[in-house]
């Protein structure tokens, strides 16, 4: 069964930085490509970014592309997200999950975890 601590998230005012983290267990998370997406009270799940297994291949959304970094440990079992230059539209719950690339899509699979606010104010 997995099991996954997502930490990291909080209030922020604009322009600010917060890092997230996935650490997951009951898995082998190497086996994965793995990724954030996030949902807003009212909106629809948006796709934040993508990391292949090795880390040698990332995906970002248009809307945090140049400002959020991807990247993951595989001997932790740890994905993170660095978030820079956040702003107000940024405040969601983000998860972390499986993702796939097919055809230069990108889709991701059900949360692992129960997520993580991030509240950016203006």
């Known amino acids: 069964q997995v099991q996954v601590v997502e930490s990291g998230g909080g209030l922020v005012q604009a322009g600010g930085s917060l890092r997230l983290s996935c650490t997951a267990s009951g898995v082998n998370f190497d086996d994965y490509s793995m990724g954030w997406f996030r949902q807003a009270p009212g909106k629809e799940r948006e796709g934040v970014s993508c990391i292949s297994v090795s880390g040698g291949t990332t995906y970002y959304a248009n809307s945090v592309k140049g400002r959020f970094t991807i990247s993951r440990d595989n001997a932790k079992n740890t994905l993170y997200l660095q978030m820079n230059s956040l702003k107000p539209e940024d405040t969601a719950m983000y998860y972390c999950?499986?993702?796939?690339?097919?055809?230069?899509?990108?889709?991701w699979g059900p949360g692992w975890g129960h997520g993580t606010q991030v509240t950016v104010s203006s």
């Open positions: 999950a499986p993702c796939i690339e097919y055809a230069n899509e990108y889709g």
